[in-house]
């Protein structure tokens, strides 16, 4: 007999799995020359969580991860250590940058383009997976 998690289960795995990707993929984009890198890496991801999880149900994954880690960074931004730092801007805490043009295009586009995009290649990843199945 083998043991095997609900679907909720490895769901969540997954989703926690894909945000670190993230996370790593963030870290990435600070090296020089690595930008597209740090941009085909969840795209990868996602895929391959798709096709080896094989439920729509993952296309809706991508979407929680990123909003979990922009909520995580707007309450660090907010609640962490007020150290200012030299920006585009001046000195700035990291309260005051929540409010510069650049930090709202993240949260106004960035969140539902970068959902839409790895949620598209979520999809394209189960209905790959699914049909190896046939």
Not at 8 to 25: D, M, P
Not at 93 to 119: H, M, N, Y
Request: charged share 10%; net charge positive; glycine share 14%.
């Amino acid at each position: 007999m083998t043991w095997r998690s609900s679907e909720r289960a490895r769901w969540l795995g997954w989703t926690v799995v894909f945000g670190l990707v993230l996370v790593g993929s963030g870290w990435l984009a600070q090296l020089p020359g690595m930008g597209i890198v740090s941009f085909a890496l969840p795209l990868i991801a996602a895929f391959l969580i798709g096709w080896r999880y094989r439920s729509f149900w993952w296309a809706a994954g991508p979407a929680a991860a990123l909003l979990t880690l922009l909520t995580a960074g707007i309450l660090w931004s907010l609640f962490g250590p007020q150290v200012p730092k030299e920006t585009a801007f001046g000195m700035r805490t990291p309260r005051e940058q929540l409010g510069d043009p650049f930090a709202l295009l993240i949260f106004v586009l960035g969140f539902p383009l970068g959902s839409a995009l790895f949620g598209v290649s979520a999809a394209a990843g189960v209905w790959w997976g699914l049909g190896r199945d046939s």
